[in-house]
Protein backbone atom coordinates (compact mmCIF):
# COMPACT_ATOMS: atom_id res chain seq x y z
CA UNK A 1 0.00 0.00 0.00
CA UNK A 2 1.60 3.79 -0.98
CA UNK A 3 2.11 5.43 2.29
CA UNK A 4 0.46 8.78 1.93
CA UNK A 5 2.20 11.99 1.96
CA UNK A 6 1.61 13.88 5.84
CA UNK A 7 0.64 17.60 6.04
CA UNK A 8 0.67 19.95 9.02
CA UNK A 9 -1.24 22.60 8.55
CA UNK A 10 -1.11 25.16 11.11
CA UNK A 11 -3.76 27.93 10.86
CA UNK A 12 -5.36 29.91 13.66
CA UNK A 13 -8.20 30.60 11.20
CA UNK A 14 -11.02 27.61 12.26
CA UNK A 15 -12.72 28.24 8.34
CA UNK A 16 -9.66 28.49 6.91
CA UNK A 17 -7.82 25.28 8.51
CA UNK A 18 -11.17 23.41 7.25
CA UNK A 19 -10.83 24.46 4.14
CA UNK A 20 -7.33 23.26 3.47
CA UNK A 21 -7.93 20.12 5.29
CA UNK A 22 -11.18 18.75 3.43
CA UNK A 23 -9.25 20.18 -0.06
CA UNK A 24 -6.39 18.23 1.10
CA UNK A 25 -7.97 15.12 2.14
CA UNK A 26 -10.11 15.04 -0.89
CA UNK A 27 -7.06 14.54 -2.88
CA UNK A 28 -5.54 11.90 -0.83
CA UNK A 29 -3.52 13.01 1.22
CA UNK A 30 -3.47 12.54 5.26
CA UNK A 31 -3.67 15.72 6.93
CA UNK A 32 -3.25 17.04 10.89
CA UNK A 33 -3.64 20.45 11.96
CA UNK A 34 -2.91 22.88 14.86
CA UNK A 35 -3.51 26.43 15.82
CA UNK A 36 -0.52 26.73 17.58
CA UNK A 37 3.33 27.11 17.13
CA UNK A 38 4.63 25.61 19.94
CA UNK A 39 2.40 22.68 19.30
CA UNK A 40 3.48 22.59 15.61
CA UNK A 41 7.13 22.09 16.64
CA UNK A 42 6.38 19.58 18.98
CA UNK A 43 4.01 17.69 16.21
CA UNK A 44 6.77 18.17 14.08
CA UNK A 45 9.01 16.23 16.39
CA UNK A 46 6.40 13.30 16.83
CA UNK A 47 4.99 12.55 13.77
CA UNK A 48 7.89 13.66 11.23
CA UNK A 49 5.17 15.34 8.45
CA UNK A 50 6.16 15.59 5.01
CA UNK A 51 4.92 19.49 4.41
CA UNK A 52 3.79 21.82 6.79
CA UNK A 53 1.22 24.72 5.68
CA UNK A 54 1.54 27.78 8.04
CA UNK A 55 0.45 30.71 8.74
CA UNK A 56 2.35 33.73 9.85
CA UNK A 57 0.23 35.18 12.26
CA UNK A 58 -0.66 32.27 15.56
CA UNK A 59 -1.88 33.20 18.57
CA UNK A 60 1.01 32.19 20.99
CA UNK A 61 4.11 32.56 18.79
CA UNK A 62 5.33 34.75 15.40
CA UNK A 63 5.35 31.66 12.46
CA UNK A 64 9.01 33.37 11.40
CA UNK A 65 10.11 32.15 14.69
CA UNK A 66 8.54 28.51 14.01
CA UNK A 67 10.49 28.15 10.78
CA UNK A 68 13.39 28.84 12.63
CA UNK A 69 12.85 26.23 15.33
CA UNK A 70 11.62 23.63 12.48
CA UNK A 71 14.79 23.57 10.38
CA UNK A 72 17.18 23.07 13.02
CA UNK A 73 14.68 19.63 13.67
CA UNK A 74 13.23 18.77 10.45
CA UNK A 75 13.59 18.38 6.68
CA UNK A 76 10.08 18.95 6.20
CA UNK A 77 8.93 21.14 3.24
CA UNK A 78 7.50 24.73 4.30
CA UNK A 79 4.65 26.27 2.31
CA UNK A 80 3.83 29.80 4.36
CA UNK A 81 0.30 30.79 3.97
CA UNK A 82 0.03 34.90 4.81
CA UNK A 83 -2.30 37.76 4.81
CA UNK A 84 1.40 39.41 4.99
CA UNK A 85 1.72 40.95 1.71
CA UNK A 86 4.72 42.66 2.15
CA UNK A 87 7.86 41.88 0.09
CA UNK A 88 10.32 41.92 2.99
CA UNK A 89 7.84 39.43 4.91
CA UNK A 90 8.42 36.87 1.95
CA UNK A 91 12.11 37.22 1.53
CA UNK A 92 12.50 36.84 5.51
CA UNK A 93 10.52 33.54 5.50
CA UNK A 94 12.14 32.46 2.33
CA UNK A 95 15.38 33.10 3.72
CA UNK A 96 14.75 31.70 6.78
CA UNK A 97 13.97 28.38 5.38
CA UNK A 98 10.40 28.53 3.68
CA UNK A 99 10.01 26.52 0.73
CA UNK A 100 7.15 28.56 -0.58
CA UNK A 101 5.21 31.42 0.16
CA UNK A 102 1.33 32.03 -0.80
CA UNK A 103 -0.47 35.12 -0.08
CA UNK A 104 -3.81 34.91 0.98
CA UNK A 105 -6.47 34.32 -0.77
CA UNK A 106 -5.49 31.47 -2.34
CA UNK A 107 -6.80 29.08 -4.48
CA UNK A 108 -6.93 25.25 -4.16
CA UNK A 109 -5.11 24.76 -7.05
CA UNK A 110 -2.50 27.09 -6.74
CA UNK A 111 -1.64 25.06 -3.05
CA UNK A 112 -1.94 22.00 -4.71
CA UNK A 113 0.39 22.90 -7.30
CA UNK A 114 3.30 24.35 -4.76
CA UNK A 115 2.68 21.01 -2.94
CA UNK A 116 3.03 18.87 -6.04
CA UNK A 117 6.17 21.27 -6.23
CA UNK A 118 7.60 20.01 -2.44
CA UNK A 119 6.51 16.09 -3.34
CA UNK A 120 8.56 15.80 -6.33
CA UNK A 121 11.62 17.84 -4.58
CA UNK A 122 11.34 15.51 -1.80
CA UNK A 123 11.55 12.61 -3.83
CA UNK A 124 14.82 14.11 -5.65
CA UNK A 125 16.28 14.80 -2.27
CA UNK A 126 15.39 11.17 -1.36
CA UNK A 127 17.40 9.94 -4.88
CA UNK A 128 14.24 8.00 -5.53
CA UNK A 129 15.36 8.61 -9.53
CA UNK A 130 19.18 7.96 -8.90
CA UNK A 131 19.60 7.22 -13.29
CA UNK A 132 18.30 11.14 -13.50
CA UNK A 133 20.95 12.29 -10.74
CA UNK A 134 23.31 14.01 -12.91
CA UNK A 135 21.18 15.26 -15.64
CA UNK A 136 18.14 17.74 -14.96
CA UNK A 137 15.63 18.20 -18.21
CA UNK A 138 12.79 20.69 -18.38
CA UNK A 139 11.01 21.98 -21.44
CA UNK A 140 13.95 20.98 -24.12
CA UNK A 141 16.54 22.68 -21.67
CA UNK A 142 19.10 20.02 -20.32
CA UNK A 143 21.82 20.37 -17.75
CA UNK A 144 24.00 17.14 -17.94
CA UNK A 145 26.23 17.68 -14.36
CA UNK A 146 28.80 15.21 -15.44
CA UNK A 147 29.55 16.65 -18.56
CA UNK A 148 28.98 19.91 -17.54
CA UNK A 149 27.20 21.00 -20.73
CA UNK A 150 23.82 22.79 -21.63
CA UNK A 151 21.48 22.36 -24.53
CA UNK A 152 17.94 23.75 -25.61
CA UNK A 153 16.73 21.24 -27.63
CA UNK A 154 19.93 19.23 -28.55
CA UNK A 155 21.64 22.44 -29.33
CA UNK A 156 24.51 23.21 -26.89
CA UNK A 157 24.58 26.46 -25.23
CA UNK A 158 27.70 27.91 -23.73
CA UNK A 159 27.74 29.66 -20.76
CA UNK A 160 30.82 31.58 -18.50
CA UNK A 161 31.81 29.65 -14.89
CA UNK A 162 29.67 31.86 -12.84
CA UNK A 163 26.36 31.82 -15.60
CA UNK A 164 26.93 27.58 -15.19
CA UNK A 165 27.12 27.78 -11.36
CA UNK A 166 23.89 29.84 -11.31
CA UNK A 167 22.27 27.77 -13.98
CA UNK A 168 22.83 24.49 -11.61
CA UNK A 169 21.69 26.12 -8.37
CA UNK A 170 18.77 27.78 -9.60
CA UNK A 171 18.53 23.65 -11.21
CA UNK A 172 18.75 22.05 -8.08
CA UNK A 173 16.11 24.51 -6.23
CA UNK A 174 13.91 23.73 -9.12
CA UNK A 175 10.01 25.01 -8.36
CA UNK A 176 11.87 26.78 -5.23
CA UNK A 177 11.97 30.87 -5.12
CA UNK A 178 15.37 31.36 -4.19
CA UNK A 179 16.10 34.69 -3.11
CA UNK A 180 18.62 37.45 -4.05
CA UNK A 181 20.74 37.24 -0.36
CA UNK A 182 20.48 32.95 -0.62
CA UNK A 183 22.07 33.03 -4.59
CA UNK A 184 24.76 35.16 -3.76
CA UNK A 185 25.43 33.70 -1.15
CA UNK A 186 25.97 30.43 -2.77
CA UNK A 187 27.91 32.02 -5.87
CA UNK A 188 29.78 34.03 -3.92
CA UNK A 189 30.39 32.93 -0.56
CA UNK A 190 28.83 36.06 1.52
CA UNK A 191 26.12 38.30 0.82
CA UNK A 192 27.01 42.13 0.09
CA UNK A 193 23.48 44.58 -1.43
CA UNK A 194 26.11 45.54 -4.31
CA UNK A 195 25.84 42.49 -5.70
CA UNK A 196 22.20 42.07 -6.54
CA UNK A 197 22.76 44.37 -9.56
CA UNK A 198 25.54 41.62 -10.54
CA UNK A 199 23.26 39.13 -10.33
CA UNK A 200 20.67 40.95 -12.16
CA UNK A 201 22.90 41.12 -15.16
CA UNK A 202 24.02 37.80 -15.33
CA UNK A 203 20.79 36.11 -14.96
CA UNK A 204 19.96 38.68 -18.05
CA UNK A 205 22.57 37.61 -20.02
CA UNK A 206 21.28 33.66 -19.02
CA UNK A 207 17.80 34.30 -20.52
CA UNK A 208 19.40 36.20 -24.18
CA UNK A 209 21.06 32.49 -24.32
CA UNK A 210 18.44 29.89 -23.13
CA UNK A 211 15.07 31.80 -24.10
CA UNK A 212 13.36 32.46 -27.56
CA UNK A 213 12.21 35.75 -25.99
CA UNK A 214 14.33 37.21 -23.09
CA UNK A 215 10.78 39.15 -22.24
CA UNK A 216 8.73 36.54 -21.33
CA UNK A 217 11.45 33.97 -19.71
CA UNK A 218 10.45 30.26 -20.10
CA UNK A 219 13.03 28.76 -17.55
CA UNK A 220 14.12 31.48 -14.99
CA UNK A 221 11.00 33.50 -13.67
CA UNK A 222 11.66 36.59 -11.71
CA UNK A 223 9.82 36.84 -8.42
CA UNK A 224 10.09 40.56 -8.32
CA UNK A 225 11.26 42.18 -5.06
CA UNK A 226 11.86 38.33 -3.55
CA UNK A 227 14.42 36.44 -6.25
CA UNK A 228 14.05 33.89 -9.12
CA UNK A 229 12.73 30.70 -9.45
CA UNK A 230 13.31 28.15 -12.15
CA UNK A 231 10.61 25.75 -13.11
CA UNK A 232 10.28 22.48 -12.74
CA UNK A 233 7.96 20.96 -15.23
Given amino acids: MELKPLI??????????????????????????????????SMTLSMS???????LGLPDIDGLEVIK????????????VSAREHERD???????????YLTKPFGVSE??????VCLRNIAKENNVNLEKDFIFQVRGL?????????????????????EY??????SKYAGKVLTHKFIINEIWGSYMESETQSLRVF???????????????????????????MIDE
Fill in 90 to 100: KVEALDLGADD
Fill in 203 to 229: MASIRRKLEKDPTQPQYILTEIGVGYR
Fill in 49 to 55: PDIIVLD
Fill in 165 to 170: RLLVLM
Fill in 69 to 80: NLKDISNAKIIV
Fill in 111 to 116: LLARIR
Fill in 142 to 162: KIDYEKRRVSIESEEIHLTPI
Fill in 8 to 41: LIVEDDKTICKFIKVSLETQGYKCEDTKYGKTAI
